[in-house]
């Protein structure tokens, strides 16, 4: 059974040709006409090689130039001298000094920008303290101000009302007059009440000035103290210490009070006040330790106190021993140290020649 093969392409339903084989001629012109119908390829340059990069190898210098060059290195090193030493800041104590010596140049830059930073934060805040310091002293001397405006109104106010309220109730000052019987008069009693209640406004105003001006004084004192205290620590910084302070504290005020100063007083002493009462102290105690140690005793021999020695007495006969000369240079010198005469100290240099001649 045969069977036939239908399809639409025009090549495959052709007659053969001349040629015969009209397949393969289908085939063909199959082939040309793709060909014809397909794009054209896009040609890619070829890429010229690159050229080869020349290498150089390293030469190996000889020994010579390499001693040279290490000498020429050296001598540049010696030129430029030793690093430069950083000193430590000014507020290190002594052993930290010494700790800071002992550390590389990079942990003593850290430690430099470490301390200005510290030092800059230290004195911003010391520059705002002292500006809130003024700011607080310029509104309490303003407070001070209206207060005294405010207490010279109220005096101007006060008096004339005291002297018409005088005047009106003289008989109820004087006991001609009281309270239950002017109670009985409405006018004179509204016109007491009036008076009453004036008096107590004025009494309720000066007592809040009085609170205020009270507070202002105190809130002055705790700046005072803070501000020496502040000035106490800077001066000695082993008192950062709260104990060492309080020890310190409690020291300085036994002083005081045993001068019979008062509490009120101590408490508003400077920071320049301190100062002075520091050198008293120590020159109290000084003088105290000098008077605990006791005298040397002295020897049966030699005078006490303000005795004086007598001379010898001299037998008639015995001459001018050398024994009576002694005594006599010892009466002599002890009456110039007592009297401290000009005659007696030159009495006492023309004995001790004519001992000596």
Same mark, same amino acid.
């Given at each position: 059974m045969k069977v036939k093969l239908v399809n639409s392409s025009p090549w495959l339903n052709s007659p053969p040709d001349e040629d015969g084989g009209s397949i393969e001629a289908a085939v063909a012109q199959m082939k040309e006409a793709r060909a014809e119908a397909a794009p054209e390829p896009k040609t890619i340059p070829a890429l010229e090689p690159a050229a080869p990069v020349a290498t150089v190898e390293a030469e190996e210098s000889p020994p010579e130039q390499l001693d040279a060059a290490d000498e020429v290195a050296e001598e540049a090193d010696a030129d430029a001298g030793p690093e430069p030493t950083v000193d430590a800041p000014a507020s290190f104590t002594p052993e930290e000094k010494e700790m800071f010596k002992a550390l590389p140049p990079e942990q003593q830059q850290s430690m430099l920008r470490l301390a200005k930073g510290a030092q800059a934060a230290e004195s911003r805040r010391q520059n705002e303290h002292q500006a809130a310091i003024r700011e607080a002293q310029e509104? /309490?001397?303003?407070?001070? @101000?209206?207060? @005294? %405006?405010? %207490? /010279?109104?109220? @005096?101007?106010?006060?008096?004339?009302m005291v002297t018409a309220f005088q005047q009106e109730f003289a008989d109820l000052q004087d006991g001609r007059m009281d309270l239950f019987r002017l109670a009985q008069d409405p006018a004179r009693w509204g016109r007491y009440q009036a008076f009453q209640t004036s008096f107590q406004q004025l009494a309720n105003a000066e007592r809040q000035i009085a609170q205020e001006a009270e507070r202002e004084e105190g809130a002055r004192l705790q700046q005072h103290v803070e501000t020496r205290n502040s000035q106490l620590i800077e001066a000695k910084p082993e008192l950062k210490d709260p104990a060492k302070f309080e020890q310190y504290d409690a020291e300085v005020s036994t002083y005081l009070r045993g001068l019979n100063i008062p509490d009120e007083r101590i408490q508003r002493v400077s920071f320049e006040e301190l100062t002075i009462i520091e050198k008293a102290m120590k020159w109290d105690k000084a003088q105290k330790a000098k008077a605990a140690v006791p005298k040397p005793q002295a020897n049966a021999g030699q005078p006490q106190g303000n005795v004086r020695q007598m001379p010898r007495v001299m037998k008639p006969g015995m001459g001018n021993s050398s024994g009576a000369v002694d005594d006599k240079i010892a009466a002599i010198d002890q009456r110039a140290q007592k009297t401290g005469s000009v005659d007696d100290a030159a009495a006492r240099i023309r004995a001790r020649l004519g001992r000596r001649a």
């Open positions: 509104l /309490s001397e303003k407070a001070a @101000q209206e207060r @005294q %405006q405010l %207490q /010279s109104a109220l @005096q101007h106010y006060k008096h004339p």
